[in-house]
């Protein structure tokens, strides 16, 4: 019935995107009318926009016109008109959703039109991308359109000062990745000047890769941290042990499907008698599990998982003496990523390289509530249909599919699998020479660095046997040919090698630099290129070659080479490489198009299907295959036994390789039930820190408001009467007789808070005196000690030092109590033991904590401002020398006084990196000499080689 009513009237997404395409008609029916504009009349159209903007129309009401403008100015600009479907995704885009698209489809380009109606506002749109290439490509290449049409353009990448990130979210567009954005955020958030602070309020954003910014990296939080103590030895000493106690199996239990790695009793057992043989255990304590030692169990429980769950050239590489994290999902170095709670110190004591100390949390958010912040967010894929119901669920985002410009005709080939993966390896090799042979250009993908690499070896050596002929065997000649047909037994087979070694390029961490022009280079006939994941490499596969990057490269081999490019040079190399393309295009087209062969699926579905999208672009012809052993990791833990059992009972032979439907899907429901878990970290992490975005919130507007304010004075005075109250209270509680007064105590707290000595014993043996008289004479005792604190050392003075103890305090507060947070959810899971929900147990946990923190900042405020002494020295004179005495030597920096060559007798200067300094520290008139004299502070040498060069 419903399959019936989907054909007759379409799905929901069918009527969804049918819907904007009869607005794409409205917007194709404008194109004339802006065609005919001047340059400048179509620049024009923006200011127009922005009056009626400010007049009170909506983006909606001139969305058909401003998308119109948008694309003349693609034409004009970049040469490249957006299709229909493109205006589509355009749309899907300004209403906040996410347009799924085929890889070749023009992601880049559908954005143009849905950013350039946004930033019309005026209040920013960030552009979000998964790597600085991609960021900087971006805004240089989509930000001509936008200049053209008078819109600033930002980008946001690493290493940018902080006046220069203000610049860039300053522009109306910004583009950037996503661990920039939400870095700066946290930054922003712990600067002490609202001028130093360098994100707007957070508008609209456009996230290209959607699904593996939103998805695969929010399995892990952000977090800006610091430095503490340094427990090098520590780490190498548990390494050293934890490597000797693995040999034996039976010490630990490794869990690859949770990733887990814990010590069985027995490897407990091992470990304590080590400890306690090396005396590393905390004084006093003769067991691991002490207290004292939890410590200790840490380290331990963390170098296990180091050596048995994360793989070097899998998880990490080692670059320049350091431990590199690598993505799983897009194969790229995480630069200046680390792994938290000390294992990745671990990896270190691992591999031997040097161990940075370990870091604490200052400032944390999560990827999902970070991007939450946005009154709108966006995105666009090749794949995000599969995770549909998480966007939904979490961003409040519809998944919608844009269909394509042209039918695909790619061809997809069922899964081929066998027993092992040296049996796999051949037959892949055996395919990329077939193909590399008939010039068909081919893609190979692989999950790893190290599989990268063993294939890469493999094909180095690799010999390509093609037959020949055959033979009859000597025991059937002159028999009759039908008889000797018995069977293959029967036949020599003579090979013939038609190839050694197979040229190739190999695309990984290793070779991040050279990403873009390995991709470009991809479609041309018969070229193999083995790559990691491919997901937003960001450069597509074009049969043929790529004109801009092989112009692009054409350009940098002038440059190296000093050779001055003219205009017509470049148009007559342009027009050479268009035609070596469309001739290296056809080669391709007639071998079959683009190979994509998967050498092993992946744990979720969309990277498969990404790499899978690299190919049929544009109704290109193309074909994928995946070739998967028992081996395989995701075979070998969900059913690499059953499945290898299976091949043996059919008597599957070496080399040989089964295929079906069936498998396929068997494959498929096994990455679905690893996506379901993937999911279910995400959905947990996120319900936990939930719980603490609201305080995290609380305590950053906090701030702000802190910062914005130039007289504290009122909330500082609301602080000490709280403090007062809250020490009254505790010493003398209400009801209490004043013989239980702890008047002890409240005078020893009144000394140490306020910095009073206060006669509070005489007050309480005073006949029929109250708490509340009490509590008002010391109130108005810390008021008058607070006034002449503020006479001593000034109105403006003590304003500032308020505002500046209060941010401190806070910041010192939040710090401790993620500490605290951090060491709460490590524990809280234990709760459920006890039938305690321990998600319920947390919020009650942290809103204890939350409230600790507040009346923790309170007492300290207050402590520091009343108790802290200042001393204001007068800052020693400076002793500036006559210039006439000045002899600085270019080279070293040094003063030479009189007698230069008694510094330098061979009359020489030293050193090639010369001090620049400013005109005014040389001696009068030397800036006058002539640049060839000789320098007239008597080194024999000419003036511009010597203090000339300091000008």
């Known amino acids: 019935m419903f399959g019936i009513a989907k054909k007759i009237f379409g799905s929901s997404n069918d009527r969804k995107v049918k819907d904007f395409m009869s607005r794409v008609q409205k917007i194709n029916a404008l194109e004339p009318k802006y065609a005919a504009l001047s340059d400048d009349e179509l620049r024009m159209m923006t200011e127009t926009f922005r009056d009626r903007l400010a007049g009170g129309e909506t983006l909606d009401k001139v969305m058909n016109e401003a998308f119109a403008v948008a694309r003349e100015a693609s034409k004009r600009v970049l040469g490249q008109r957006q299709y229909d479907v493109q205006l589509a995704g355009g749309m899907i885009l300004h209403n906040g959703g996410i347009a799924e698209m085929r890889t070749g489809e023009g992601k880049t380009l559908v954005a143009v039109a849905a950013v350039y109606l946004n930033a019309l506002s005026g209040k920013g749109v960030h552009v979000i991308t998964v790597n600085d290439y991609l960021a900087r490509r971006d805004a240089e290449w989509m930000g001509r359109v936008y200049r053209f049409l008078g819109m600033e353009v930002g980008v946001i990448v690493n290493g940018l000062s902080s006046g220069q990130r203000q610049a860039a979210y300053a522009a109306d567009i910004t583009y950037g990745t ?134 070097k050239d899998k998880d990490y590489i080692i670059k320049a003496g350091e431990v590199m994290l690598i993505d799983e999902f897009t194969g790229r170095m995480m630069q200046g990523r680390r792994l938290s709670e000390g294992l990745h110190q671990a990896i270190e004591a691992k591999e031997g390289v040097k161990i940075m100390p370990e870091n604490q949390t200052l400032a944390s958010v999560t990827i999902q509530n970070y991007f939450r912040l946005y009154e709108k967010l966006s995105g666009m894929t090749g794949t995000a249909a599969t995770e549909a119901q998480e966007f939904l669920d979490i961003y409040k985002m519809d998944v919608l599919e844009v269909p394509t410009n042209r039918p695909v005709k790619r061809i997809d080939h069922d899964d081929e699998i066998f027993r092992t993966e040296a049996e796999k390896n051949l037959a892949i090799a055996g395919l990329i020479a077939e193909c590399h042979l008939r010039g068909q250009p081919i893609l190979v993908g692989t999950v790893s660095i190290e599989k990268s690499e063993t294939l890469s070896e493999l094909l180095r050596t690799y010999e390509h046997k093609v037959e020949t002929g055959r033979t009859l065997k000597p025991a059937f000649v002159g028999k009759d040919k039908e008889a000797a047909k018995i069977g293959d037994a029967a036949f020599d087979i003579t090979y013939e090698v038609q190839l050694r070694g197979i040229p190739h390029s190999v695309l990984n961490a290793r070779q991040h630099e050279q990403e873009a022009y390995i991709v470009a ?97 544009q109704g290109d ?6 070739f998967l052993s028992c081996e395989d990791d995701l075979l070998r833990i969900f059913a690499g036994d059953r499945l290898d059992a299976i091949m043996r009972s059919f008597g599957v032979a070496e080399g040989e390789a089964i295929s079906h439907p069936w498998l396929n899907r068997a494959v498929e429901t096994a990455q679905k039930r690893v996506e379901t878990r993937n999911y279910d970290i995400r ?54 007789y004043a013989e239980q007064w702890d008047m002890d105590g409240l005078d020893e707290k009144v000394r140490s808070t306020l910095g009073l000595e206060l006669p509070l014993h005489d007050w309480a043996a005073e006949e029929g005196v109250s708490n509340e008289e009490i509590e008002e004479r010391v109130v ?17 003075q003590t304003r500032g030092l308020e505002k500046q103890f209060l941010l401190q305090m806070i910041d010192m507060q939040w710090r401790e109590h993620l500490v605290h947070l951090d060491h709460l959810r490590g524990v809280i899971g234990l709760r459920g033991y006890g ?74 200067l030293t050193g090639d990196d010369r001090a620049r300094l400013p005109v005014d520290l040389l001696p009068a008139g030397w800036a006058r000499t002539p640049r060839n004299s000789d320098c007239p502070c008597g080194s024999g040498r000419k003036f511009k080689h010597c203090h000339g060069s300091l000008i």
Do not use: C
């Open 521 to 617: 280079d991809a479609g041309l006939p018969g070229v193999v290129t083995i790559a990691t994941n491919m997901a937003g490499r960001g450069t597509d596969i074009q049969l043929g070659g790529n004109l801009e990057m092989r112009l692009q490269k054409w350009r940098q081999e002038n440059r190296n080479m000093a050779v001055e490019v003219t205009p017509e040079m470049e148009a007559a190399e342009e027009a050479r490489l268009k035609a070596d393309i469309a001739e290296q295009k056809q080669i391709s087209l007639a071998a079959g198009g683009l190979f994509v062969l998967g050498t092993e699926r992946h744990e979720s579905r969309r990277i498969d299907n990404q790499l899978r999208g690299r190919t049929g672009r």
């Open 178 to 311: 996503n661990n920039e954005f939400g870095f700066d955020y946290l930054r922003d958030n712990l600067v002490y000047d609202r001028k130093e602070m360098v994100q707007r309020p957070h508008h609209f954003a456009i996230v290209d890769e959607v699904d593996s910014i939103l998805i695969d990296e929010a399995r892990t939080p952000l977090i800006i941290s610091g430095p503490t103590e340094d427990r090098s030895d520590l780490y190498l000493i548990v390494d050293g042990i934890i490597k000797d106690l693995i040999q034996d199996k039976t010490t630990f239990d490794l869990d690859e499907k949770q990733r887990q790695a814990l010590l069985t009793e027995e490897g407990s057992e091992k470990i304590e008698q080590i400890m306690e043989d090396r005396e590393l255990f905390a004084p006093d304590t003769t067991g691991l599990y002490d207290a004292a030692n939890i410590t200790l169990v840490h380290h331990i429980n963390q170098a296990l998982r180091a050596n048995t769950l994360y793989q």
């Open 780 to 796: 108005a005792a810390a008021d008058a000690r607070a006034a002449e604190r503020m006479e001593q050392i000034g109105t403006e």
């Open 621 to 626: 012809p193309g074909t994928s295959k995946f």
């Open 835 to 908: 039938q305690r929900d321990p998600l319920n147990e947390y919020k009650t946990e942290a809103f204890n904590l939350f409230e600790t923190l507040l009346y923790e900042l309170r007492h300290n405020v207050t402590r520091w401002l009343m108790t802290v002494e200042f001393r204001f020295d007068q800052p020693a004179p400076m002793e500036m020398p006559e210039f006439q005495e000045i002899h600085l030597n270019p080279g070293t920096g040094e003063n030479e006084m009189a007698n230069p060559l008694a510094q330098n007798p061979e009359g020489q």
């Open 683 to 736: 959905k947990n992490l996120l319900k936990y820190d939930d719980v603490v975005n609201d305080q995290r919130k609380a305590v950053f507007e906090q701030r702000q408001e802190f910062m914005d304010s130039e007289d504290l004075s009122e909330l500082v005075g609301e602080f000490r009467n709280d403090v007062i109250a809250d020490l009254i209270e505790k010493h003398m509680p209400p009801k209490a």
